[in-house]
């Protein structure tokens, strides 16, 4: 029997990450953040000095480079080239990055076979813009997770500020409105809702309340 795949794509601040892995561990499935792939993608070129803008540069680094997923002291972690790099990835700089590297091809090509085969691996739930589109078009169950930009800006400025970073709500708040614009716009596998998805709106929903809609999502498709 194939792995039962659950997508959750929609825009930054959305609230994915915090939700499809608290989803994955309820259900017990794997948690695969694509987001994490690309935010290492550029904090790698950062590294090596390869410009985000640099598409035939970037696809060569995204092929060299070691990105795995592993649990460690009961937290998921994302290593690059076997170093722990799950909180140098989440900073605002690369946040920014990550939608840049993302719209090449020669990155997202590059990329692709490893997302399709950490989902391969058992049942997961897979987080991002285009997993339900692109990555996994024939996956079971389908989210379209989104929130006002209001909302996902407050949301980004409260993890920003826990974390001890300097930023300013207004200035997060246009990012996002660009980076939707960017991630919406790119040519290859731009951000947008699967016409077999369900659309989610968590604009005042509580983390529980939204994880408990995933889950039973998931057990209602399983049923049937």
């Known amino acids: 029997m194939r792995s039962f795949i659950l997508c959750i794509d929609g825009p930054a601040g959305s609230g994915k990450s915090t939700v499809s892995r608290m989803t994955a561990e309820k259900l017990g499935f794997v948690y695969l953040d694509t987001g994490a792939i690309y935010r290492s993608v550029a904090l790698a070129a950062d590294r090596h000095t390869v410009n985000w803008d640099d598409g035939e540069g970037l696809g060569a680094l995204a092929g060299r480079i070691s990105i795995e997923f592993r649990k460690a002291d009961g937290r998921n972690t994302v290593l690059l080239d076997g170093e722990d790099v799950s909180e140098a990835i989440r900073s605002e700089h690369i946040s920014t990055g990550s939608s840049r590297v993302a719209r090449h091809p020669q990155v997202r090509a590059a990329l692709l076979d490893l997302q399709r085969?950490?989902?391969?691996?058992?049942?997961?739930?897979?987080?991002?813009?285009?997993?339900?589109?692109?990555?996994?078009?024939?996956?079971?169950?389908?989210?379209?997770?989104?929130?006002?930009?209001?909302?996902?800006?407050?949301?980004?400025?409260?993890?920003?500020?826990?974390?001890?970073?300097?930023?300013?709500?207004?200035?997060?708040?246009?990012?996002?409105?660009?980076?939707?614009?960017?991630?919406?716009?790119?040519?290859?596998?731009?951000?947008?809702?699967?016409?077999?998805a369900v659309e989610l709106d968590t604009t005042g929903m509580s983390i529980e309340e939204v994880v408990d809609a995933l889950v039973r999502l998931v057990e209602d498709r399983r049923e049937a």
């Open 117 to 196: 085969r950490i989902g391969a691996a058992g049942d997961c739930v897979a987080e991002g813009r285009d997993v339900g589109t692109v990555v996994f078009p024939e996956a079971q169950a389908k989210v379209y997770l989104n929130a006002s930009v209001a909302e996902r800006a407050a949301r980004r400025y409260k993890q920003l500020m826990a974390k001890g970073e300097n930023v300013e709500l207004e200035a997060i708040e246009k990012d996002l409105v660009e980076r939707d614009l960017l991630d919406s716009q790119r040519e290859v596998a731009p951000l947008r809702q699967a016409e077999d």
